[in-house]
């Protein structure tokens, strides 16, 4: 393992739960790295809807206070673990982790750390992996997608709906959004699908059918649930597959076993962080491929909107108003020296 000299860092720190939570920037101890650890100096991390969630004690995850937030972060590697090896001190790296990211450095297992191309900035990192990694996890993963066939993705101004759409282009689909707000996205996912249609309860399923001659979509990917679900089986082709990610829009209906029957229909659920830990080298190969793409200028990664650490008032406002469509991150400032060196 890397040796290095301890110090106290910066971390934003949650002290209470509440619907509006205690937090405050804090000096915390420098983490301690493990053998399988990575530690990382963040220059930039994602806040999510998660995030508040978990900030409130609402998610499913609840941390013993106090704990620092955050999902995923992009930065400079300080220190490895003996039986780490694929990455080394200096990398630049994104990470993903449960909790720790909005820190002057974050402890991480190194198999949810990899290196980030040249041409990636630290803030387009931060708030790439989970989403992109839920994407091809739900299109590789869940449905097998094959190049040719016709992919459905719900909640189409999402950053999971945006890299579904992306990442089922690159693979040689043809691809179908659905968005409540049929304009927007056309607008902001023009580059990405091949058509947007309106996510309405009465009409998806026959929209999609004309769509695709009268087969329906091979795979459908559902970040939004509610009453939609039903429906988005009826818009599924024979042999189909329904991958649910999420329920956005509440519990998702009920769906009618006889419609699976009768056109052989598959439905699986997607917990992507489940891999993290059972499937480490699926994760690492996932992300290789990821960011290859990334570098080859197969994906276009929105920059998302930047807030300082003493804006997080600000930036928790732009995630609970959705008033960015690009993700939000906070720029962990890092001294010269980089905590550890």
Known sequence: MTASRRSDIAALQVHRYNETPIIAVDKIPSPTCGPHDVVVAPR?????????????????????????????????????????????????????????????????SGAQVTKIPDSMTYSAAAAFGIAYFTAYAALHFRAGLRAGETVLVTGALGGVARAVAQLAAAAGATVLAASRDPEEARSELREHVDEVVDA???????????????????????????PLLGQLVRATAWEGRVVIVGFAAGTPSPIK??????????????????????CPDRVQAALGQLLSLVDAGALSVPEPDEFRLDEIDLAMYAVRASSSRRGVVILIDQDERSPGE
């Open 44 to 108: 930039a991390a994602a806040l999510h809807v998660a995030d508040l969630l978990m900030m409130k004690g609402e998610y499913q995850v609840r941390p013993e206070l106090p704990f620092v937030p955050g999902m995923e972060a992009a930065g400079l590697v300080i220190e490895v673990g003996d039986q780490v090896s694929h990455v080394a001190r200096g990398d630049r790296v994104l990470a993903m982790m449960t909790q720790g990211a909005i820190a002057g450095a974050a402890v991480v």
């Open 200 to 226: 309405d309860l009465d009409s998806i399923a026959e929209v999609v059918k004309r769509r695709t001659d009268g087969r329906g979509a091979d795979v459908v990917v559902d970040v939004v649930g509610g």
């Open 257 to 278: 076993p006889g419609h699976l029957l009768v056109k052989n229909i598959s439905v699986s659920g997607l917990q992507s962080t489940d891999y993290w830990r059972r």
